[in-house]
């Protein structure tokens, strides 16, 4: 799809320099722009290429100075960076709206799906599953009986979501997760285990966004929960039974074990693990690689395994860094006492 700097200055209120009719069809990085490219300059690190770039058309703040001729055509406007993530918004929306149902798809008896749907070859919709408007199921997903999928969601394609989960609205599931596979709970016993049947659901609500590759297990009774906002990366397990607050952050590599309740605007860094049954408070921060066996308190940052309170871990850090020195300085003073 093609644009002119007069078209995106409009979208963005912003206004153009040079050539209103310049025609964009493609995006780029600065460096690597090229003619039909549309690029951006907001980090100051980046500036000497708006002088020598051959994109186009490069979105730039308005107080920027030029100290000298470009050869691009700008388009200003207060935040190059806000302005060139709408740009991105809406490449991706154009990119990604499709519309249509396969032929090949596989669409169970009871199960419906409102306006502008799309569902791709070779997925499956379960019976009785209600998907709402413009959802999106791409290829090879899968939707097991009973699920419901609120309007406006994106389900890329090798996701799996098992019977009778419940998904909101503007939410999107990349390519490989899978929610509502059984919370790991067995009976131990003097001869084997026995498994524990996992009778609930997971609910996810409203604008929700799910990464590649994610684990998110069916509660044993009740509901695993992820609240309204909340935000996950790729490779994140989450089991039975937990609830995640509002509008929480979970960076890559996340473990959280059954029934631990995650309060709403936390955030945490990759690699993060937490054990069961915690009350991790609202606004907790916690950084990467750190393992969490306590609850914490509103607002405070963790860091470390076992994790505690971040001044506290780095003057320990420090002692921990200097603990040979305190070695030798022991068994020196040990030597002396022995000498007396």
Known sequence: MQFTAAQIAELLQGTVEGDPNATVGRLSKIEEGGEGSLSFLANPAYTQYVYDTTASVVIIGTAFELTAPVKTTLVRVPDAQAAFAKVLALYNTIKLDKKGVAPQAVIEPGATYGDNCYIGALA???????????????PHAYIGDNVTIGDNTTVFANVTIYSDCVVGADCIIHSGTVIGSDGFRFATGPDAAEKVPQIGNVVIEDGVEIGANCAIDRATLGSTILRKGVKFDNLIHIAHNVEVGENTYYAAGGVVAGSTRIGKNCMFSGQVGIIGHLKIADGTIVAAQSGISKNTRAGETYMGSPAFEVQKYRK???????????????????ERVKDQ
């Not at 420090?318 to 020196?332: A, C, K, M, S, T």
Request: hydrophobic share 40%; aromatic share 12%; glycine share 8%.
């Open 124 to 138: 499956y919709i379960g019976a009785n599953a209600k998907l709402g408007h413009n959802v999106k199921v791409y």
């Open 316 to 334: 320990s850090y420090i002692h921990f860094r200097n603990l040979e020195r305190l070695v030798e300085r022991v068994e020196g003073l040990e």
